[in-house]
């Protein structure tokens, strides 16, 4: 269900909002159709507004014009996917370099503290709060190299990451050993240790990238036939 929570803003603003964290949550589901009447209805907002809301989001690669059918949520394929972990890497074998050339005490500690409660939200199998922290902890390295277009570019990346992550929901299958490299991230960031961190940084996404890969080769996987062959007389 589609809803403003922003009474303040432009029409234009509140189909955009509530359209966007619509689909970056997952609430309107990959290759579902966007019914402009409907969302009009539901925002009570007028079409146009809705128009150029979808308009917006389709120059961000999150709406597609199927023809014969209409406005759509994008799809997550293999591409989008690769994509989204092969920025990350990118991005933060530059973000790791400069935060760790500016890290203070300050960010060393709430580098620390992120983890030890990434820890928390583990051991209480609360992969909500674990998400949002990992965002944080990424976001915190992004802010740390103090490269307002690189934070600018990881935010939007992490947003897609979100994305991607709640349509598969795949944390039982990696959540651990993503949180043990956060440990080694951390730490190398106390030892000031540039190669290791460049190391880790690079393994973290890759892991990441090939676990999302082998969930979309089970999706594609034909259904086992659940016949039994006839026995023989």
């Known amino acids: 269900m589609l809803a403003s929570t922003q009474p303040h803003q432009t029409k234009r603003a509140i189909a955009y909002d509530a359209l966007r964290s619509s689909i970056?949550?997952?609430?309107?589901?990959?290759?579902?159709?966007?019914i402009i009447d409907d969302i009009s209805r539901q925002l009570g907002i007028s079409q146009i507004p809705v128009r150029e809301a979808l308009?917006?989001?389709?120059?961000?690669?999150?709406?597609?014009?199927?023809?014969?059918?209409?406005?759509?949520?994008?799809?997550?394929?293999?591409?989008?996917?690769?994509?989204v972990f092969a920025l990350m890497e990118g991005l933060e074998s530059v973000a790791v370099e400069q935060a760790a050339a500016n890290a203070s005490p300050q960010f060393l500690d709430?580098?620390?503290?992120?983890?030890?409660?990434?820890?928390v939200a583990l051991t209480g199998e609360d992969g909500e709060r674990w998400a949002m922290l990992n965002s944080e902890f990424h976001r915190l390295i992004a802010t740390g190299a103090r490269m307002p277009l690189l934070l600018?570019?990881?935010?939007?990346?992490?947003?897609?990451?979100?994305r991607v992550r709640r349509f598969f929901n795949i944390f039982s299958q990696r959540v651990g050993h993503a949180q043990s490299q956060h440990h080694q991230i951390a730490a190398a960031f106390r030892a000031h240790d540039i190669e290791a961190l460049r190391r880790l940084s690079?393994?973290?996404?890759?892991?990441?990238?090939?676990?999302?890969?082998?969930?979309?080769r089970v999706l594609a996987e034909p259904e086992s036939?659940?016949?039994?062959p006839a026995a023989n007389d």
Do not use: F, K
């Open 55 to 83: 308009q917006q989001l389709q120059s961000e690669r999150l709406v597609v014009n199927v023809p014969h059918i209409g406005a759509t949520v994008s799809s997550i394929s293999p591409a989008d996917v690769a994509e």
């Open 24 to 34: 970056m949550r997952c609430e309107l589901r990959p290759g579902q159709r966007l």
């Open 152 to 162: 600018d570019m990881t935010q939007r990346t992490l947003d897609q990451w979100d």
């Open 225 to 228: 036939s659940t016949t039994s």
């Open 110 to 119: 709430t580098l620390d503290r992120m983890v030890g409660e990434m820890d």
């Open 202 to 216: 690079s393994d973290h996404n890759r892991d990441a990238l090939n676990a999302y890969v082998h969930e979309l």
